[in-house]
């Protein structure tokens, strides 16, 4: 994404295109009514609604889509009222591989809402249209955001900004999920501490481990991991300054799997130290720290 930004504002080009390839899931069995129609069309139309908006003025390929989901947990359906939580997952390439690497893994469980079938969903925003459509709008900038956090240092600001103009909206409407009130894992935590200068190590950290990292990986193996190795150290430095800060837990939550099994193979580096550091700030996510040699 960062190699399109740059052409096109090189050559000063505004072309438009859909920017997300986007599943999405609907269970519903928690509600013994997982057969009504009203779930198969909310899953045809925020499939639509996800894929077919055009979030930004990138001009962006079919294949260069960012491949993410939603999985919606309904556990309540009250006529147009839903209960629900929502999973959401990102991924983008690595360079020179066939492999995709997770970006963003978060389980939102303020996910309450208002729909009626066949309503239409468009995002606006200047105006504050629904619960439903806020949500899904925010996550998009916020996946899209972070995903040019990957490319380039900084690059997600303006997304992030974006998402903070949804909260900002959606909070005189909507609290829950959308004010500090709404506790330490909310979306207003998460844009508040993504636009943070307090957290600039998450974002330094963010673009090393990927473009210093993983897409060096199939150039060579050892540097790239001694690279990413250093890279975690970073989350020391935040841990001291904001212990069991919410950046890190999403981190980890979306790595930590990837992190162990590219340390428990291939060419072997040290890893003492990081282990060390891994148990400190993630010490949850242990029983894949485990799984490391050193």
């Known amino acids: 994404m960062y190699k399109l930004i740059v052409f096109f504002l090189f050559c000063g080009i505004g072309l438009q ?19 009504l129609q009203v779930f198969r069309t909310l899953k045809s139309e925020l499939t639509e609604f996800m894929n077919n908006t055009t979030w930004t ?44 690497t997770p970006v963003f893994n978060f389980n939102d469980k303020q996910f309450n809402f208002r729909y009626t079938e066949f309503q239409p969903l468009n995002y606006n925003p200047n105006n504050f249209d629904s619960n439903l459509i806020s949500v899904l709008s925010f996550y998009a900038y916020t996946i899209i955001g972070l995903d040019a956090s990957t490319y380039e240092l900084g690059g997600g600001e303006p997304y992030f900004e974006e998402a903070k103009r949804i909260v900002n909206t959606a909070q005189q409407q909507v609290s829950d999920g959308w004010s500090a009130q709404s506790g330490t894992q909310s979306r207003y935590r998460l ?5 943070s200068p307090n957290f600039r190590e998450f974002s330094n950290a963010l673009y090393a481990y990927h473009k210093n990292g ?68 993630a010490p949850t996510k242990s029983s894949y720290w485990q799984q490391i040699k050193l």
Do not use: H, W
């Open 17 to 35: 295109a859909q920017e997300l390839n986007c599943s999405v899931t609907i269970n519903a069995e928690q509600t013994g009514q997982s057969n």
């Open 57 to 100: 003025d990138l001009n962006v390929k079919q294949q260069e889509r960012i491949d993410c989901s939603l999985v919606i947990i309904v556990s309540n359906i009250n006529s147009d009222s839903f209960t629900a939580s929502v999973q959401i997952q990102s991924s983008r390439p690595v360079f020179n591989s066939t492999y995709n």
């Open 214 to 281: 993983l897409d060096y990986m199939a150039d060579n193996t050892k540097e790239a991991k001694q690279s990413i190795a250093v890279t975690l150290q970073l989350f020391n430095q935040l841990y001291s300054n904001r212990p069991n800060n919410f950046l890190s837990r999403v981190f980890f939550d979306t790595k930590a799997e990837e992190i162990a099994s590219m340390f428990s193979g291939g060419p072997q580096i040290n890893v003492s130290n990081l282990v060390t550091v891994l148990n400190k700030v």
């Open 191 to 195: 844009n508040q501490d993504l636009l």
